[in-house]
């Protein structure tokens, strides 16, 4: 039994398109309309058909790029499987949602039986033929004892550039908690392992500055992962985005770099906001004082490699030598690959991180390597930077936003609409 569907702008058209495709013999399964008639188009409606044979269409030579690897066969497998799930469910239906009365008249209920016991024993084939691809590819996976129906979510979280110690920890963790009536379906699989991730991403929720409650930040981090317009961005936040605004100044440290100081005394003239640069850290506390009366002091600091132990230590002395508390951000690119990033934590660490910002969402596709990071290090996040624009481009950090860029990638306006629950 083989399915076919056919389009068509009225429901006659597509029937006809399957007739002809078909022959008269083929069942009519379904009739749905898929897109209603607007001022620019017209309508479309879909009809499926089932069919016992079609005649055996000639065999083409396959070209070494359309063979696909093991796993990807297990997803594809994965994906049929659902599809034919949800063919076999419809079928249990004698209504037929959506269907027509010559469609009713079309499948007495004995060909609604066999069509389901065909539907049933295609997919008892796939699912043998996913185990064995899974079985096959079990040295690979450390022989983790991982059912087949957990091959998507496996492939998902692993494209992401989770790490691997992770993945499986977080696999073992899914298959000890999940209940197992849950473990027989793809879809939720995936629900459970997407709350799961959640529950392991610690994120600081943001908080408005209150009377006698000062915040002083200082954001460090390699060059060029956008610190500054971070910097800018926020200060924005602060002061005219959030319905409390905030009094806000801004101090920097990057001396160095001419084009950064210029582009941060740019911003805080546009935005009327009070700015310090400090060159030596005995001249820091006089312009922290200068800014007493800011509900939150913005630090930029000069872009350092991981590897130039003089800028860091200079960047310490500054920590040291304030008589404010100040609470250190590490800006990192949600591009860069895991290692770099273990590494880059790993030597500003000595400056007692206390959150992370991740930047440049827009310019990478992979953000399993910010669940390991956070996993590693079991600090919190605070903000995501997923675009250029100041101030628009900047998000609360939330659990949930992150999780669905690891599983389904993403998507600009998300961050933008708002869903970013915590």
Request: glycine fraction near 6%; aromatic fraction near 8%; hydrophobic fraction near 35%.
């Amino acid at each position: 039994m083989k399915f076919h569907t056919f389009s068509g702008e009225t429901p006659a058209e597509a029937l006809k398109r399957a007739q002809n495709e078909c022959g008269e013999n083929a069942l009519v399964i379904s009739t749905k309309q898929i897109r209603k008639k607007t001022i620019s188009s017209s309508a479309l409606y879909e009809v499926v058909v089932a069919i016992e044979d079609m005649p055996t269409q000639s065999v083409q030579k396959v070209e070494p790029k359309q063979i696909k690897s093991g796993e990807d066969v297990l997803f594809s497998l994965s994906e049929a499987a659902k599809q034919i799930s949800q063919i076999a469910q419809a079928t249990s239906d004698s209504s037929f949602s959506g269907s027509t009365k010559a469609t009713e008249k079309a499948l007495p209920n004995e060909d609604l039986g066999d069509i389901k016991n065909e539907i049933n024993k295609l997919a008892d084939k796939i699912k043998l033929i996913q185990e064995m691809f899974w079985e096959e590819k079990a040295p690979h996976r450390n022989h983790l004892a991982i059912p087949s129906e957990f091959s998507e979510i496996y492939k998902l979280a692993k494209t992401s550039g989770m790490g691997k110690d992770h993945l499986e920890n977080i696999m073992n963790l899914t298959l000890e908690h999940m209940p197992s009536r849950m473990k027989n379906s793809s879809e939720t699989i995936k629900r459970y392992f997407q709350v799961l991730l959640r529950k392991l991403i610690p994120v600081r929720v943001e908080s408005e500055a209150s009377k006698g409650n000062k915040r002083v930040m200082m954001f460090v981090g390699p060059t060029g992962v956008g610190k500054t317009t971070t910097i800018a961005k926020l200060a924005a936040r602060y002061s005219y985005i959030q319905e409390k605004r905030s009094k806000v100044g801004i101090i920097t440290l990057d001396t160095y770099r001419i084009g950064a100081v210029e582009q941060l005394f740019a911003y805080a003239k546009m935005m009327r906001l009070p700015i310090e640069d400090v060159v030596d850290p005995n001249d820091f506390n006089s312009a922290l004082s200068s800014l007493g009366h800011c509900d939150i002091i913005l630090i930029d600091t000069m872009g350092s490699s991981q590897y130039d132990k003089e800028k860091l230590v200079k960047l310490n002395k500054f920590l040291q030598n304030s008589q404010m508390q100040i609470d250190v951000n590490l800006v990192l690119s949600a591009g860069c690959k895991l290692e770099d990033l273990k590494e880059i934590y790993k030597n500003f660490s000595f400056l007692e991180i206390d959150t992370l910002i991740f930047t440049k969402f827009d310019e990478t596709k992979v953000f399993g390597t910010i669940f390991s990071l956070i996993y590693d290090t079991d600090k919190p996040v605070s903000y995501f930077s997923i675009g250029q624009e100041v101030p628009d481009d900047l998000v609360p950090a939330s659990s949930d936003f992150l999780v669905e860029c690891i599983l389904d990638g993403f998507e600009k306006k998300r961050g933008k609409d708002g869903n970013t629950g915590k």
